[in-house]
């Protein structure tokens, strides 16, 4: 069994500054892409930015400039820094990962969800 741990969401004005951090814990034998997903009220899950196993990163137009991915491997966790937050930022905001157990199985682990509000 895997778990994804997620903290850091909150109220934050507009151009303020918040970190999500994730925590994966459990049957973990590696873990491949990691990511940070958001969905808004009425709206799809969208991706915000993920992070390979080798430190490539992907982040959407609306991110780009302004989002950090990162992750420490050692403590199976991934980042997210957001610079410069803006109202439609706004969003619960989940963590995904792509784990391998130590059976050699692939299990697609996401997070509970933290509540990011942008808001003055």
């Known amino acids: 069994q895997v778990q994804l741990v997620e903290s850091g969401g909150g109220l934050v004005q507009p151009g303020g500054s918040l970190r999500l951090s994730c925590a994966a814990s459990?049957?973990?034998?590696?873990?491949?892409?990691m990511g940070w997903y958001r969905q808004a009220p009425g709206k799809q899950r969208e991706l915000v930015a993920a992070i390979t196993s080798g430190t490539s990163t992907n982040y959407a137009d609306s991110a780009k400039g302004r989002f950090t991915i990162s992750r420490d491997n050692a403590e199976n966790t991934v980042y997210l820094h957001m610079n410069s937050l803006k109202p439609e930022d706004t969003a619960v905001y989940y963590c995904?990962?792509?784990?391998?157990?130590?059976?050699?199985?692939?299990?697609?682990?996401w997070g509970q969800g933290t509540q990011v509000t942008v808001s003055s």
């Open positions: 995904k990962a792509d784990i391998v157990t130590r059976s050699g199985f692939v299990n697609i682990a």
């Open positions: 459990g049957n973990i034998f590696s873990i491949n892409a």
